[in-house]
């Protein structure tokens, strides 16, 4: 493969072109004709606030979506091997990460190819350094369950295991965000802290953490969310082992449910899975940019 293949982020929040994508990185869109993108129509107009001096129409533009097919991978990366320069745009923040891309990047690895990274937001990190949690061990597992019981299950089983310091990360959709925060407020312990992050690099950007027990005591009114997708974060207070082998935090009666549904919820909530799971890889990130 003699061309090179550029992973080009977009904005994660409206308005914000200038001070979140590089001027350089503004420049190199504009000298690439061949594109692989999440969304044609939100890349078409992200290729125009860009400025790209060609007609947005005469560019190569083709739809990947939230799955790409692996079988078209080879027809969609001909315009590589013949010389010429691609980019991946997802709809929002940084593609391959918490979107589609990893696949193509394989592929283009695999066969020796060049593949650079661009430099732009991604609402994942910027929450992780504006948390105050742990940034040395820390794990994303894109949206949780739906349904109340697994995302119990869940929540409980990533608790326990934040608890040996690492921290917790994933993404909710605006209209499901309030319902997440009422859960987590319910389930995890009073000490474990956590971090609600909206709009991030946006004008209503707001990154708060306070543990459990300060986000019960709040006021309705700092409780309330945007309607936009949410990146929630938790670190779990390391917990003591009481005598005989019961849990410090919880009652005794609770553990052995929360135990057996530990194992059940990692395959469910953990790695890179799409769909409900991790987006993955794919954690379907519903634009939050992740």
Not at 117 to 123: E, T
Not at 141 to 147: H, V
Not at 168 to 176: A, D, G, M, Q
Request: charged share 25%; aromatic share 4%.
């Amino acid at each position: 493969m003699s061309g090179t293949l550029y992973l080009l982020p977009t904005v994660i929040s409206e308005e914000t072109l200038t001070s979140v994508i590089p001027a350089d990185v503004r420049e190199k869109a504009r000298q690439i004709d061949h594109f692989l993108v999440e969304a044609a129509k939100t890349a078409r107009h992200y290729l125009k606030d860009l400025g790209h001096p060609k007609p947005i129409a005469s560019l190569s533009i083709v739809e990947i979506g939230h799955e790409p097919d692996p079988a078209k991978i080879d027809a969609w990366l001909a315009p590589l091997r013949e010389g010429h320069d691609m980019a991946i745009v997802s709809e929002s923040g940084c593609p391959g990460v918490a979107d589609p891309g990893a696949q193509i990047v394989a592929r283009v690895q695999a066969e020796g190819g060049r593949v650079v990274p661009l430099v732009g937001p991604s609402s994942l990190l910027l929450t992780l350094m504006a948390s105050g949690l742990d940034g040395q061990h820390f794990r994303f597992t894109g949206y949780l369950p739906i349904a109340d019981a697994e995302r119990r299950e869940a929540l409980l089983s990533l608790e326990r295991e934040s608890a040996r310091g690492e921290t917790i990360l994933f993404i909710e959709t605006p209209y499901r965000n309030r319902t997440m925060l009422e859960s987590l407020l319910e389930v995890l312990r009073p000490d474990t802290r956590l971090c609600v992050a909206q709009d991030v690099t946006g004008k209503n950007e707001s990154i708060r953490t306070k543990t459990i027990a300060a986000w019960k005591a709040a006021s309705e009114e700092e409780r309330e969310l945007l309607k936009v997708p949410t990146v929630f974060a938790f670190l779990a207070a390391p917990q003591r082992a009481a005598a005989k082998g019961k849990s410090a935090s919880r009652p005794s009666a609770r553990q052995p449910r929360s135990e057996k549904m530990g194992d059940d919820s990692r395959a469910r909530t953990g790695g890179h899975g799409k769909g409900r799971s991790a987006r993955g890889g794919a954690f379907r990130k519903n634009k939050t940019g992740r």
